[in-house]
């Protein structure tokens, strides 16, 4: 809701307030002309009234209020009223209209103010000529540029909540297309790996290009589980499956498994206890596994590949080698999208990342990942 508009709440302020300057003017306004020794007249209480009363719908029609309150005002002065409560009834209308009003809206709305202000000056009955220009001009002018930072200010502070609401979507945007890319990335590499053993085998040794086939399937139907499980975070209405946990270092086997088909052999050697991991560091190691060994499928050629996970008191490493040719050109293995997406989700957790030449040939990535222990 525009907030010139207001809720149920800023019109009851907005009441009140009218309510206030009706009282105050009614008792005030006669010992103010007593203090300037100017007296009231009977006009004075009915144009008091008018004024006070017009704020009541000050923030849904600021213009129209802006207008009637300066009509009030101007014929109260014009009339050698004295100086009192109707002046704030003034700077309350001048304020509203510079705090929910475009600056250039509410800059013509306050010239046309000052203009029919200032013909008490000239034509009232107490005129005060050039003299009195300057506090005429500050009635319009103080309580515009406070209406002016105020709505500046609040301007500012939607721009940076609207900023802030699209950086943390855009950050959710990356770190679901990372999840994408790490799942389908793997299972198409090993499917297409598989695809190529059953086209192979398949005039020779049908009975093995049948396992090839049988292990595109379970490939197939594993990544597609595991996108419906990185997708949920998209479709927040709908529970995560529960038959599909969320990826993390226990599903190294099934892992393994699947590249051993895609004609990959794998070891895995693990040092220190093995302990749970919190769920973000869980998911950036198996993902950072995931992709090495992607890469491995996809670029090292006829390899095979060792995964050596430590655990230590405060942080977990992992090392994937491969024994194939080693750094090639192309977009995962040499400065692309797989191994700057394995560093962002390393380095925002605030662990450590490095790959290159391995040191007895292959391609190396080295890991560390800090990881208290979980109670």
Sequence with gaps: MDRNRGGWGDGVFDALLALALVVFGL????????????????ATYPLVVVAALALAGRRRWPLATLAVVTAATTAYLVLG????????????????VAAYRPLRTAALAGGAALVGLVAHVFAGVRPTGLTGLMPVAAWVVVPFAVGTTVRLTRESAA???VDEARRLADAERLRVAREVHDVVGHGLAAIHMQAEIALHLLGKRPEQAEAALTAISRTSKEALDELRVTLTVVRRD???????????????????E?????????????????RPLPVAVDLAAYRVVQESL????RHAGPATATVRLRYAPDEVTIEVVD????????????????LAGMRERVTVLGGSFAAGPGPAGGFRVYVTLPAEEVA
């Design 81 to 96: 009223y004295p100086y009192g409560p109707i002046l704030i009834s003034f700077f309350v209308a001048v304020y509203t």
């Design 159 to 161: 721009r940076g909540r």
């Design 27 to 42: 008792f005030g306004t006669e010992p103010a002309g007593l203090n300037q020794g100017v007296g009231i007249g009977r």
């Design 323 to 338: 024994t194939g040719r080693g750094p090639v050109a192309g977009p995962d293995r040499v400065g692309g999208y797989g």
């Design 258 to 274: 699947r590249l051993a088909g895609a004609g990959v052999p794998v070891s895995v050697e693990v040092g220190g206890e093995p």
């Design 238 to 256: 709908e529970a995560a499956d529960e038959r599909s946990p969320a990826p993390g270092l226990d599903q190294l086997p099934q892992l393994r």
């Design 294 to 297: 992607t890469n491995v499928l």
